[in-house]
Structure formats: structure tokens, C-alpha cells
């Protein structure tokens, strides 16, 4: 069973540019969710959603920063839980950026999980995530 994600976008934009939508807390509520993230190794937060009806996760992501390294690379924890507050996943999402000739390529491994389900209700999510990245950057851009 396939058990982490694995999604490359490329971006017009510089990697200091595209390094704001993954930090800035008002930046990343556009295209991700509601969070008080803060670049700063250690430090704890959440990323808080309204769940649908017939979702199984409580709307509430709790994460760890594990390493910045400004404009190149930043990881987390991501642990999320069950409307009865029992945990479901325990996992580890990684940005990296690399910087092209016209641009940035943006990579996100997010692993950790043990259940397909998981896997592939985050590889979807995080699809429709980055693609709404795409059309605000992009539209930031003009």
C-alpha cells in the first residue's frame, strides 16, 4: 500500500514569492485553511476546517514545525483525529523548493499514514489545495 504523497507544481514566481503562500498565515488561509501558523522551528499549531456531514476528520489539524530553511525548505507535523477525538493519523508534510530558470518547482511529500483512505482523501484534497495556489498566485501576480 502506497503510504505518503507525492505532488511537483511549477510556479512563474520566484521562491521567495511562493515561500509567503506557504508562511504567511493570512497567505496560506487563501488556498489551505484557517491556521496560526508561524515559520519558527517548534513551534505548535493548527490548521482548522468545517468538516462536511459524512466526513470522518473533526475539522482540526494539529502540527508541529519541523524545519525551516527559508525559501528552499519547510516541514511539519500533521496530525489529525476523528470526531471522537480518537487520533486517525499521525504524519509529515515536506515543501521543498527549487528554484528553475522561469520560476519555482514546488514539491510536497506528505507521509506517515496507515490507511489507504487517509492517503486518498489528503492526495485529494491536496490537489484541489495546490490548484487553488495556482489560480491566487497567479492572479497575485498581475
Not at 108 to 125: C, M, R, W, Y
Request: aromatic letters at 12%; a negative charge.
Amino acid at each position: 500500500m502506497q503510504k505518503e504523497i507525492k505532488q511537483s507544481w511549477h510556479f512563474d514566481q520566484s521562491p521567495e514569492e511562493v515561500w509567503e503562500y506557504l508562511t504567511k498565515p493570512e497567505l496560506i488561509e487563501l488556498w489551505l485553511m484557517k491556521t496560526d501558523f508561524q515559520p519558527i522551528s517548534g513551534h505548535r499549531f493548527l490548521f482548522t476546517f468545517t468538516p462536511k456531514a459524512e466526513s470522518k476528520y473533526d475539522g482540526l489539524v494539529q502540527c508541529e514545525v519541523l524545519e525551516v530553511k527559508p525559501f528552499s525548505k519547510l516541514s511539519y507535523s500533521w496530525n489529525g483525529s476523528s470526531g471522537s477525538g480518537n487520533s486517525t493519523f499521525n504524519s509529515k508534510v515536506v515543501w521543498i523548493l527549487v528554484p528553475k530558470e522561469q520560476g519555482t518547482e514546488l514539491r510536497l511529500q506528505h507521509d506517515g499514514f496507515t490507511l489507504l483512505e487517509d492517503v486518498i482523501n489528503h492526495a485529494n484534497g491536496w490537489n484541489n489545495c495546490l490548484k487553488r495556489f495556482e489560480e491566487i498566485i497567479n492572479t497575485a501576480k498581475k
